[in-house]
């Protein structure tokens, strides 16, 4: 049997040509392969963590050294005014200083008399003593900027996560399906050939006719069942389709001769159970839904701090050491407040701080009512994991059940065929067994897949599927 990875189908649009004896196969771990890299809702969430790099570089642009220019004349009734020109760069760092220098040009006989004339040129900073000293707007923003980066990352391992379960389900309903119908078709070919015995044991007088009769409706029943399981298959070979993808955002179907990669006796067989205290731990750790309250909690941290600064006076300092022409070198070189320079403070005291309570109040409000909804959702999806591992238990030991139940009820069909084709049985008994033992077929079928898809569901309640 060779094997078809699905990814080279829907890259390619199309399945290879085998021998007559081969089988075109689709396995869980090619479709996960395809979600994640083709599937639209998967690159629609990467564009979500773009969006919110792109946002961290709008933030750095706070800190963006600024270079301006500007140059106003006044001229009237032959009076030259006033001409000036000047050149400035103004530099933020981290900690709320500024850092500014420029040269300037000034003449004219109405000038400003505390103005310079001639040329000129500055070196200064200005630096705030309490207020937006250890926070301000921008590096608010910037922080804020980079914790979004990585929630928005959590956003798309939720997005991812939650996709790749709806793939889950979708494929293990299909192998449901599948094995489903292929069952009661081998039942069918089964009973085809039973009733062309029953005629041949009639026309030769071993049988009676009622027993044709009760082969053929034997047959039909089946074929009634085959009816609805094959358009169960069909449809969910549809819903499967849905998660196939190719470039360009193209949609693709799965093909009807396409079948699962394992067996169901393989898929029983392959039953690895997790231990539960991992999967919590897993889960309270790395949960993309809990990581997403964790990083609101760290904006409204850093929102809290700015709001803080609300609370204390507006102090700020600022000192220009000055120079003759447009030595700028020889400007910054000159002593501190010796000769040439500007120094001034300048503060600012809100006498009833009404604002700055209000905002620091709603900051610490905010961060409250998000640690309840995290420890809430914590609790939602703890419990979430250990109902689902209670489930995966249930179907691991229903499933060893059934395999023994089937095995008997299978003894018993072959046992009592025997003895109909040996004269001491009639074909309703072996009828009879004959349904019992497509039933727990059936069960048998429903609930590997069951386990398969409980077991990938758990990964989904831990957060953790994404990285299969």
Not at 70 to 98: H, V
Not at 167 to 188: D, L, M, N, P, R
Not at 278 to 304: D, G, T, W
Request: contains cysteine.
């Amino acid at each position: 049997m060779k094997r078809i990875s699905v990814i080279t189908y829907c890259l390619l649009f199309s399945i290879n040509s085998f021998a007559n004896d081969s089988v075109k196969v689709f396995s869980f771990r090619d479709l996960l392969s395809v979600v994640k890299t083709q599937h639209p809702v998967a690159r629609q969430a990467g564009i979500k963590v773009d969006l919110a790099k792109a946002n961290l570089v709008e933030a750095r642009g706070g800190f963006d050294p600024v270079m301006g220019f500007d140059a106003y004349n006044k001229t009237f009734d032959g009076i030259d005014y006033y001409r000036f020109n000047g050149t400035q760069l103004s530099i933020p760092t981290w900690y709320g200083i500024e850092i500014q220098a420029g040269i300037e040009y000034l003449a004219g006989s109405a000038t400003d008399p505390q103005e310079t004339t001639g040329q000129t040129s500055y070196a200064g900073i200005s630096i705030p003593l309490a207020k937006n000293l250890l926070m301000d707007k921008r590096r608010a923003a910037l922080k804020q900027a980079k914790i979004m980066v990585n929630a928005s990352e959590q956003e798309r391992l939720m997005m991812l996560n939650s996709l790749m379960m709806e793939a889950a389900s979708a494929y293990w309903e299909w192998v449901k399906c599948y094995f489903e119908y292929k069952t009661i078709t081998e039942v069918i070919e089964l009973n085809k050939k039973r009733i062309d015995l029953v005629k041949t044991s009639f026309l030769i007088g071993e049988r009676a006719a009622i027993d044709t009769t009760e082969a053929i409706t034997q047959l039909q029943q089946f074929e009634y069942l085959s009816n609805e399981a094959l358009v169960s298959l069909q449809n969910a070979r549809l819903n499967l389709g849905t998660f196939l993808w190719k470039e360009n955002n193209i949609p693709v179907l799965l093909p009807d001769d396409v079948v699962p990669d394992k067996k169901i006796e393989q898929l029983a067989e392959e039953i690895v159970f997790p231990d539960l205290q991992s999967l919590l731990s897993a889960a309270k750790q790395n949960h993309p839904e809990l990581n997403i309250y964790r990083n609101k909690l760290m904006v409204l941290q850093v929102e809290k701090k700015l709001k803080f600064q609300e609370l204390l006076p507006k102090v700020d300092l600022k000192y220009n050491q000055l120079g003759k022409g447009y030595q700028l070198a020889s400007t910054i070189n000159q002593s501190v407040f010796d000769n040439n320079y500007t120094a001034g403070i300048s503060v600012q005291v809100p006498l009833r701080l009404s604002k700055g309570r209000g905002e620091y109040r709603e900051a610490k409000l905010k961060i409250n009512e998000t640690g309840y909804e995290l420890a809430t959702k914590e609790n939602q999806v703890l419990n979430k994991v250990k109902s689902y591992y209670n489930q995966l238990v249930n179907y691991k030991n229903q499933a060893n059940l059934l395999q023994k139940t089937y095995a008997n009820y299978l003894k018993l069909q072959q046992a009592e065929e025997t003895k109909f084709f040996a004269g001491e049985s009639s074909l309703f008994l072996l009828n009879s067994r004959e349904t019992k033992s497509l039933e727990m077929r059936i069960k048998l079928i429903e609930t590997v897949t069951g386990f398969n898809k409980s077991a990938y569901t758990l990964q989904w309640a831990t957060g953790e599927l994404h990285k299969l």
